[in-house]
């Protein structure tokens, strides 16, 4: 097996010729312009369209647009923070779900503690460390890479001249170190 990291790489999609976004931006413009014109030739005597100025369009229209474009900006900007409060609770639960695992391991397990007789129990419980570890990790933003950093820090499994985590493989290089402090202290 290779030492170099893991690599993600985003799945290509099919792009379409005309995004449908366009599409219906036209079909509702040739729609708007059908029903104006057919409003001043044939359905004026019921539409009352020959009776109207331009400016009475162009401050209806200009209102209608404004209400519009107000309404996709709000919209817009909820579903973004939506999405961001979803990704921030999926992130908390995650960290939430590691620091309960790893406290299991350092308490009923021993990790890290030295021991007097070697076991392969002693090899699984770090294995099975090091793989929620580089599996938070893997899965956390550059942000919340720092909170299981800090932790398995300050539990002694990385700073040892022989350490129980190995991290080589966790992505680390996007992560954000700024506020982590690892210096003893």
Same mark, same amino acid.
């Given at each position: ?93 995650? %960290? ?54 800090? %932790? ?19 992505? %680390? ?13």
């Amino acid at each position: 097996m290779s030492n170099s990291p893991l690599i993600r790489t985003q799945a290509r999609t099919t792009s379409r010729l005309v995004p449908t976004q366009h599409i219906r931006a036209a079909l509702g413009i040739v729609l708007l312009f059908t029903f104006l014109a057919a409003g001043y030739t044939v359905l004026e005597p019921v539409t009352g369209f020959g009776k109207r100025e331009l400016w009475d369009w162009l401050s209806l229209g200009g209102v209608s647009l404004t209400i519009f474009l107000v309404g996709l900006l709000v919209t817009r900007r909820q579903k973004e923070r939506e999405e961001t409060a979803t990704l921030e609770h999926t992130q908390d639960a995650a %960290l939430a779900a590691y620091l309960d695992q790893m406290s299991d391991l350092m308490i009923d397990q021993q990790l890290g503690k030295p021991r007097k007789d070697k076991d392969s129990r002693e090899d699984s419980v770090r294995n099975v460390a090091q793989a929620r570890t580089v599996a938070v990790l893997l899965g956390l933003d550059k942000d919340h890479k720092r909170r299981p950093l800090k %932790l398995v820090y300050e539990l002694r499994l990385i700073d040892t001249d022989k350490p129980v985590l190995k991290l080589r493989n966790a992505a %680390l290089d996007r992560a954000n170190w700024n506020y982590l402090g690892l210096v003893d202290g």
